[in-house]
């Protein structure tokens, strides 16, 4: 290389550099200037009012961290736990929810820390009468989720999407929190106003605006129909009165007759959108589980979707006729203690049929439809049924507590309706309403639905039946000896046979557990069909266990009364004779005035027994010095 060219190439080097350090610095000044511009507009949180100081007397914090909780938003108590409402949350495994559906959450410990963080200055004193700025201890954060009440914290009962009815008739149609019922209404519509004090004639304009809505779908019986808009109007009211609601069972005969369609209108019309949906659960455990996440999140519509076969289950039968339920939280040790539980619940199907507890606590909203392909029907009133009914559903929702105000309004009069047990505060303030404006009475498709669906009755029917080829002198047996003549003869008694695996299934179909069958028989003694029931009784010999046979209906409460008064009565004659023979015999004469109150209470010798006859052949007994009733026997065996 050349000198000049040397030259040449350390000047375009100082030149480069020169460029490079000015590029530098200009990035360099457009970041500073894009950092402050960015910390211009990046919102700035007011600084906390409160301080409070970190010391040893820790009920005085904690008393302090809950009064600052009580002041932050979207912060309220629930069934034991510190929650909060959330949107846009995975549903609980199993469950089916729209996205953008609100819920409750219990609030996690390190949104509660946040929330203290956010809420107050947390110091500790440092010495020399210096301080230091901290964050909130977890110990305090522990502390407040242990205290389980907070009487600051605002309780949370539910959170609904539309105006309700409360107790006194009013309507919540104010967007926020209720104090008077704990109620957050999170509004996604306009509503019409209601008037102050509707007339009936408005709520019969309100029922046709809705019955409209299910002008095509094929109701077996005009109170099919009554029994939807029970259903639909079961949301609007279900804070307004203490009780619980029944289930709305939407059966059809054929699949596509518009069961789920019906379920889709009633709740885009109560909540603006689809119900959470689930499958059945495989068994009443699993079963449990989902009630207690649904009860936890405050799903105010369930709907059990696609009933294959049947319906029924301990679980569901309490969740139906409980207002509040307690169970272990799934994945975590502590208990969820009195969640309130406002679920309106749903389920669909095809000839469902529901177990004995379960058809009691369910209306039946019937669908049959003549077409073999009803899916493909056409004609339809509004083709796009869904799509008018979320155009409408300002409209349809007002119509709705619009019956309700009415009838709160014209106090409630009473429609004479046959009692309903566990469900009457239900039909005195919806099923009764539903009358009053001229539909047919939503309960009269429970009564056909039991009888028709109850498989446990229609088993007890043909076991009580049948019955007598198996016993024909009614002396009874045992289910030892039932199975036995079962099994030595199976080509006979095949109606008794069938409805003993009715009551008790069977994995091959033909052997049947005997202690299931006991523990069945037990479950069903005394249940009288067609004037007559099974019962039991020990055997006197304590070799075979319980017998079973066939009695009369009748004579159940003639020999309960017998007994019981024989047992009073004979207890009654026990304690005198034993007060008479101690006034009568002189101390010292007889080792029963020795023994002392402490000897009685632990044990007798039960030497002088009093008997008196009571009915098949036995003998109620009770010892006449302590009283003590003692285990009946047969009346010719020898006494003691």
Request: aromatic share 6%.
């Amino acid at each position: 290389m050349t000198t000049s060219t040397r030259r040449g190439y350390r000047r375009s080097t100082r030149r480069s550099e020169v460029v490079n350090s000015a590029a530098l610095a200009g990035t360099a000044t457009l970041l500073t200037v894009a950092q402050a511009e960015a910390r211009s507009k990046r919102p700035e949180h007011p600084k906390p009012q409160r301080e409070i100081e970190i010391g040893t007397d820790e009920a005085r914090v904690v008393t302090e961290a809950v009064d600052v909780l009580s002041g932050r938003e979207n912060v309220y108590q629930r069934g034991g736990s510190i929650v909060q409402i959330v949107e846009g949350a995975e549903p609980p495994r199993g469950i089916a929810r729209p996205p953008d559906a609100p819920r409750i959450a219990v609030m996690r410990s390190a949104r509660i820390r946040e929330h203290l963080a956010e809420g107050a200055v947390w110091w500790r004193p440092t010495g020399d009468n210096e301080r230091e700025v901290c964050h909130p201890p977890q110990w305090v954060v522990n502390a407040v989720e242990a205290r389980g009440q907070w009487p600051n914290i605002k309780p949370l009962t539910a959170v609904v999407e539309v105006p309700v009815l409360r107790a006194d008739g009013s309507v919540l149609d104010r967007p926020g929190y209720d104090s008077a019922t704990g109620i957050v209404l999170r509004g996604n519509s306009h509503f019409p106003s209601v008037p102050k004090r509707p007339t009936l004639g408005d709520a019969e304009r309100a029922r046709d605006m809705l019955l409209e809505v299910v002008e095509d779908f094929p109701f077996a019986k005009p109170a099919h129909r009554a029994a939807w808009l029970a259903g639909l109007l079961t949301p609007f009211a279900r804070y307004a009165y203490h009780g619980p609601a029944p289930l709305f069972l939407a059966d059809g005969n054929v699949r596509g007759s518009g069961k789920s369609l019906l379920v889709d209108v009633s709740a885009e019309i109560s909540m603006g959108r689809e119900a959470a949906r689930m499958s059945l659960p495989r068994n009443d455990d699993e079963f449990r589980k989902r009630i207690t996440a649904l009860a936890l999140a405050g799903e105010p519509l369930i709907l059990i979707d696609n009933v294959p076969s049947t319906l029924g289950g301990a679980s569901l039968d309490a969740a139906l006729t409980a207002t509040s339920w307690s169970d272990r939280i799934l994945g975590a040790s502590e208990m969820a203690s009195n969640v309130p539980l406002f679920a309106t619940w749903w389920a669909t199907g095809n000839n469902v049929v529901l177990l004995a507890d379960t058809a009691r606590r369910t209306v039946h909203i019937r669908l049959e439809s003549p077409e073999e392909n009803p899916e493909e029907r056409q004609g339809f009133h509004h083709p796009n049924l869904l799509g008018w009914v979320r155009r409408e559903r300002p409209r349809l929702a007002t119509a709705a507590f619009t019956i309700l105000a009415a009838y709160w309004a014209a106090g409630k009069p009473a429609q004479r309706l046959k009692p309903w047990g566990s469900f009457e505060a239900w039909s005195e303030s919806v099923r009764s309403a539903v009358v009053w404006v001229g539909l047919d009475d939503p309960g009269s498709t429970r009564r056909e639905l039991a009888s028709q669906a109850d498989r446990e009755a229609a088993a007890l029917r043909q076991l009580i039946a049948d019955w007598e080829e198996i016993d024909p002198n009614s002396t009874g047996l045992t289910v030892a000896a039932l199975l036995k003549e079962l099994a030595d003869k199976p080509t006979c008694y095949t109606g008794l046979r069938s409805a003993l695996l009715e009551l008790v299934p069977s994995k091959d179909g033909w052997t049947i557990n005997p202690r299931s069958l006991g523990m069945k028989l037990a479950h069903l003694r005394r249940r009288v069909v067609d004037g007559k029931c099974l019962d039991s009784r020990e055997d006197s010999s304590h070799r075979t266990g319980v017998i079973w046979r066939v009695v009369c209906g009748d004579s159940l409460a003639g020999s309960a009364g017998t007994a019981g008064t024989v047992s009073t009565h004979t207890r009654a004659q026990a304690q005198a004779h034993a007060r008479a023979r101690e006034n009568a015999e002189p101390a010292g004469n007889s080792t029963r005035n020795t023994r002392s109150a402490r000897d009685f209470a632990t044990g007798c010798p039960h030497a002088e027994v009093e008997e008196a006859a009571t009915h098949d052949g036995f003998s109620n007994r009770a010892c006449r010095d302590c009283g003590k009733v003692l285990p009946c026997r047969k009346a010719n065996e020898a006494r003691e």
